[in-house]
């Protein structure tokens, strides 16, 4: 066989069902085998930025590695943004590009570009195949390595004569990956360490991270919280992970996290963090956070452990290895000693929860709170949906005001920020769950960054629920303008809300693309869009809901500042001021 047929037949016998992507000069042998795919579905998509974030919607919603396709040279450097989001949140992800013959590869030939320099930061390997008999050990490896330790994107670029090359197809791969050696399990001694540090805490705190869902681990940590009786606060990435509904779960942290959850952090003795890596929007001024606090730091990638916060107890390990050790630990430890009382801590926490609860001012200006917006799509669906936000104000309100129950239901770019993301992760969700219900909660703004996926899901049959949350603005640049700038608000008006001159009209552009399309301007019309929404299911569904640009995300945590700074709302903040 060819190598391109190589490329699809290895890709079949591991496993792969679904590729996005989108043909180009280079990669015109690889198009030419997937007509033949016997097992491989291929989706078209209208942009190479959107084939990468559908496969990370893809991996986000299902934990298997999402597969992306995009030709040489733009086709090539627009997946770009999606492989920086994937290696930034620890999404499993294969991106195979082709690359200009090999004999013309530096004489800056017709799309050339090297790929495989400019992703090398923002990969866990970038592979140059430039032989046929290469192709299935390199695709074999590049899996391996997306799937494997902490998870990430990996890029094989294949020339369009090896490509081109006739092989004799062996399937046995001999993944050859020196120094690539993942720690799963972790050391007992600091298995052991960390019990006796759980045993002695009078304020700990369960800090988990988005390793927690990627390993898998959500039961072990629902037994080992309950074990341990201390409060959990689950990261932006981690939501789901933890149930919202349990009685030990405090929220979110970090810079929009509730009052209790980054003032738990703020004032523990000790932080049991698992698959959390110190973001900056999680630790405020990272040398005021959690001052009286020990550390245990457990982490499959050990260049996290000690990057931003000394560990007094550092564990390398799989998450799930990690928590099961614990558990065994701890209950060792129950049976042979006494544990600190931490009745006084809930006492403290539970006074916080009373008087921080979660809530949201209503508007003065007559159009739609987005929280009560965003509030309703997630009572009205349910916890067995998946949820998909952009980046902005909407993200915050989604990670706040919608009830997650379990892991891989909320995907969204956690440490890039990318804007763009929600529909075609949601499109990628949706094709590797198509029994659920798929929401993409996107802006104004990050929609009209990837909307033509919409024309995807119509002819791919791929039927998600898009809710544009219309503010007529950059919402979150606007809300840091107004209150850090004086309300000089440089550029980020949109021009796409109420009134004659929407540009673009919402509900026309859905339409054009042959999706249902709705608009809700008034709070009685909102439950039933939603309701439409969920019973419409032969094709996408876009609500554009105008709501008012003046709504704020809070809690707030202003960059640069300490945790315990954390306001609950404007009325209760100091004076903002430029540092």
């Not at 050339?112 to 930061?121: A, F, Q, R, Y």
């Not at 192709?135 to 902490?150: K, V």
């Not at 009786?229 to 149930?243: I, K, Y």
């Not at 008034?522 to 419409?536: C, G, N, P, R, S």
Request: glycine share 10%; hydrophobic share 45%; net charge negative.
């Amino acid at each position: 066989m060819t190598g391109a047929q190589a490329v699809v037949r290895s890709l079949e016998l591991l496993g792969v069902t679904d590729v996005f992507g989108l043909p180009g000069g280079a990669v015109l042998p690889l198009y030419d085998a997937l007509m033949d795919a016997q097992e491989l579905r291929h989706i078209l998509v209208r942009h190479e930025q959107g084939a990468g974030h559908a496969a990370e919607g893809f991996a986000a919603a299902s934990g298997r590695v999402g597969v992306c396709i995009a030709t040489s040279g733009p086709g090539a450097t627009n997946l770009v943004t999606a492989i920086a989001d994937a290696y930034m949140d620890s999404v499993p992800m294969l991106a195979i590009t082709g690359q200009v013959f090999s004999h013309l590869m530096g004489s800056d030939a017709f799309q050339e570009v090297d790929i495989v320099g400019i992703t090398m930061p923002i990969t866990k390997h970038s592979f140059l195949v430039k032989r046929a008999e290469d192709i299935p050990d390199a695709i074999a490896a590049a899996y391996s390595l997306a799937s494997t330790g902490r998870p990430g994107p990996v890029l094989v670029d294949i020339t369009k004569d090896a490509q081109e090359g006739q092989i004799d197809f062996i399937w046995d791969p001999r993944i050859e990956l020196p120094g690539y050696r993942p720690i799963m399990k972790a050391n007992s001694k600091q298995i052991q360490a960390a019990a006796e540090l759980i045993a002695e805490a009078s304020r700990p705190v369960f800090y988990v991270g988005g390793g927690v869902v990627r390993a898998g681990a959500a039961a072990e940590l629902r037994q080992l919280a309950e074990l341990v009786g201390a409060p959990v606060v689950t990261t932006l990435m981690a939501r789901g992970v933890f149930p919202d509904s349990h009685p030990q779960h405090l929220g979110m942290p970090g810079m929009h996290g509730t009052v209790p959850a980054v003032l738990a952090l703020q004032e523990s003795d000790l932080l049991i963090t698992i698959g959390a890596r110190f973001d900056d929007r999680v630790t405020g001024k990272t040398a005021l956070f959690a001052p009286d606090a020990q550390v245990i730091h457990a982490d499959i990638d050990p260049a996290e452990i000690g990057k931003i916060r000394h560990a007094d107890v550092p564990i390398v390990g799989d998450a799930g290895e990690v928590i099961s050790d614990l558990i065994a630990a701890v209950s060792g430890a129950k049976r042979s000693r006494e544990f600190a009382d931490i009745a006084p801590w809930w006492a403290r926490l539970n006074e916080l929860r009373e008087r921080f609860p979660l809530g949201y001012q209503a508007t003065s200006d007559g159009l739609l709170s987005p929280q009560h917006v965003i509030q309703r799509i997630g009572e009205l669906t349910g916890p067995e949906a998946v949820y998909v936000a952009g980046v902005g104000q909407h993200q915050m309100w989604a990670a706040q005001f919608i009830g997650y129950e379990r892991p891989n239901a909320w995907a969204n770019s956690g440490g890039a920020g990318t804007m763009g993301y929600a529909v075609p992760a949601a499109m990628g969700a949706k094709v590797s769950q198509p029994e659920r219900v798929v929401w993409a909660i996107d802006g104004d703004g990050c929609f009209q960054m990837t909307n033509q996926e919409l024309a995807t899901c119509v002819v791919n049959d791929i039927p998600i629920k898009v809710a544009v949350i219309n503010n007529s603005s950059l919402g979150m640049v606007r809300q840091w303008q107004t209150l850090i700038y004086d309300g000089r608000y440089s550029n980020t008006e949109l021009n796409t809300g109420h009134g004659s001159a929407r540009v673009p009209d919402f509900v026309k552009l859905g339409e054009a693309y042959g999706c249902l399309s709705i608009r809700v301007e008034h709070e009685d019309q909102v439950d039933d869009a939603i309701k439409l929404a969920l019973e419409t299911n032969d094709r996408p569904v876009l609500i554009e809901f105008v709501v008012s640009a003046d709504a704020m995300v809070w809690p707030m945590v202003r960059q640069g500042t300490s945790n315990s700074e954390v306001q609950y709302a404007l009325e209760h903040s100091p004076e903002w001021e430029e540092e």
